[in-house]
Nanobody, 122 residues
Framework: VQLQAYGGGLVQAGGSLRLSCAFS????????MGWFRQAPGKEREFTAG????????SYADSVKGRFAVSRDNAKNTVYLQMNSLKPEDTAVYYC????????????????WGQGTVVTVSS
């Protein structure tokens, strides 16, 4: 399994970005997917996640109502739509994948992609 996140960039506060994560490997639809972020000087933290079929999603409190995670199993891609961005959303964003009979949204991810940098200016 290989994951590649992209779509980051520089945006003004209040703006929007959509991150994408391309999955390479077999059976994408059997993987729960997650987005994590790591701000400068801070630990990596869970941001959002989506179950295998997309029927369940989970969000960190800090992004609820502003971010939306989705997936397209036909395209082997998971997305993170980020709206109403704030300077504190500035971070490197990573996508991750986990397999197994039960999906654990905030942990237990087996595969990680390279991050994409999001910078929100005030």
């Amino acid at each position: 399994v290989q994951l590649q996140a992209y779509g980051g960039g520089l945006v003004q506060a209040g703006g929007s970005l959509r991150l994408s994560c391309a999955f390479s490997g077999r059976s994408f639809s059997t993987y729960g997917m997650g987005w994590f972020r790591q701000a400068p000087g801070k630990e990596r933290e869970f941001t959002a996640g989506i179950s295998w079929g997309g029927g369940s999603t989970s969000y960190a409190d800090s992004v609820k109502g502003r971010f939306a995670v989705s997936r397209d199993n036909a395209k082997n891609t998971v997305y993170l739509q980020m709206n109403s961005l704030k300077p504190e959303d500035t971070a490197v964003y990573y996508c991750a994948a986990q397999t197994g009979r039960r999906w654990y949204p905030t942990g237990g991810y087996e595969y990680w992609g390279q991050g994409t940098v999001v910078t929100v200016s005030s």
